[in-house]
């Protein structure tokens, strides 16, 4: 038996992908552990859109093509449409950790009423970010002021409403990604956003995102799978 884990991600866009190759892959590669992103696909179409109609057509696909992998699933909470297993149940929830808990465990659970012939209940580990990637930008609000150039004081003010990253919320005029356009017309979603990411770094991240780290510590604990 190999010693290494390969598992694919399904992303819901670009950004993702490119946090995962530049960032992520890199960390769990010196672990054995070898991610692969994968923009959830529709034809004629790339990323947004996010229903899970359109996701399990890709979990089916990749659980199906090769039974000694893993898949995970990195979408936001922000662009989920209605259709999304758990999603109601989420909203009424206060917490992101118990928001992310809904909302996962439901599409764990649909995906294997689904797929179980594919064993799923072993192999696929979904992640729905809270409320998007860019809340994890705020991990180091000195970093995030530096990157944009803005004053820390409006990075701190927005925290100091929220609590923390994963609390600033999914509100249309509130969602991270919105917050930071209006703080800055520097702020692109890719560019500036990976840069970001890459000066904080994962520990910092991990250490101020709860959520992510959950899933994070879940990917890392695959080569306990190994025998």
């Not at 893993?70 to 979408?75: A, K, N, S």
């Not at 994963?166 to 979603?189: G, Q, T, V, Y």
């Not at 904080?200 to 604990?221: A, D, M, Y």
Request: hydrophobic share 40%; glycine share 4%; charged share 25%.
């Amino acid at each position: 038996m190999s010693n290494y884990i390969e598992i694919n991600a399904i992303v819901e866009g670009k950004t993702e992908q490119l946090f995962i190759q530049t960032i992520l892959g890199p960390w769990l590669a010196q672990r054995n552990i070898y991610m692969t992103p994968i923009i959830i696909s529709k034809p004629g179409q790339k990323g947004g859109d996010v229903k899970f109609a359109r996701a399990k057509n890709d979990i089916e696909l990749h659980l199906k093509q090769r039974s000694d992998t893993f898949l995970t699933l990195f979408v936001d909470y922000y662009a989920i449409k209605s259709d999304w297993p758990g999603l109601d149940e989420a909203k009424k929830q206060i917490t992101p950790f118990d928001k992310a808990r809904e909302i996962n465990t439901a599409t764990k659970n649909r995906v294997n009423a689904l797929f179980s012939d594919y064993h799923s209940d072993r192999r696929f580990i979904p992640y729905i970010a809270m409320h998007e990637f860019e809340a994890m930008l705020f991990s180091r609000p000195e970093i995030l002021a530096d990157q944009i150039q803005v004053p820390l004081s409006r990075i701190e003010k927005i925290l100091t409403e929220c609590g923390e990253p994963e609390k600033i919320d999914d509100n249309p005029h509130s969602a991270p990604s919105k917050r930071l356009e209006d703080l800055s017309s520097r702020f692109k979603k890719i560019t500036t956003g990976i840069a970001v990411a890459k000066a904080i770094g994962l520990i910092s991240i991990r250490g101020k995102c709860p959520v992510f780290n959950h899933w994070l510590t879940k990917i890392e604990q695959l080569q306990g799978n190994i025998k």
